[in-house]
């Protein structure tokens, strides 16, 4: 049974840091790209990033330069490193796991609010 877990989401201040984290099991992970989406209120699910199975990163522009993505392929986890945080930013972030041919598989999501 394939799981993805998100973590580390919460309420931070604009100008704020957080790190997100997905922890597979289920898949071998090395094997998988990993993707990074948000979804806000009212607006469609929309990428933010991925770090593909050969460590090769991608970012949405409206994001570059203020999040990283990283994997650990030991740990089975990908990283979301999100700093400069702006109210824009608020929403429900998710990762997918991706492999060519096969199904993507997504995790529950976790709540990420910029307020001051």
């Known amino acids: 049974q394939v799981q993805l877990v998100e973590s580390g989401g919460g309420l931070v201040q604009p100008g704020g840091s957080l790190r997100l984290s997905c922890a597979a099991s289920?898949?071998?992970?090395?094997?998988?790209?990993m993707g990074w989406y948000r979804q806000a209120p009212g607006k469609q699910r929309e990428w933010v990033g991925s770090?593909?199975?050969?460590?090769?990163?991608a970012t949405a522009d409206s994001i570059k330069g203020r999040f990283t993505i990283s994997r650990d392929n030991g740990k089975n986890t990908v990283t979301l490193s999100m700093n400069n945080l702006k109210p824009e930013d608020t929403a429900v972030y998710y990762c997918k796991a991706g492999r060519r041919h096969e199904n993507d598989y997504w995790g529950q999501g976790t709540q990420v609010t910029v307020s001051s």
């Open positions: 770090i593909g199975s050969n460590y090769l990163t």
């Open positions: 289920g898949i071998i992970f090395s094997l998988y790209d």
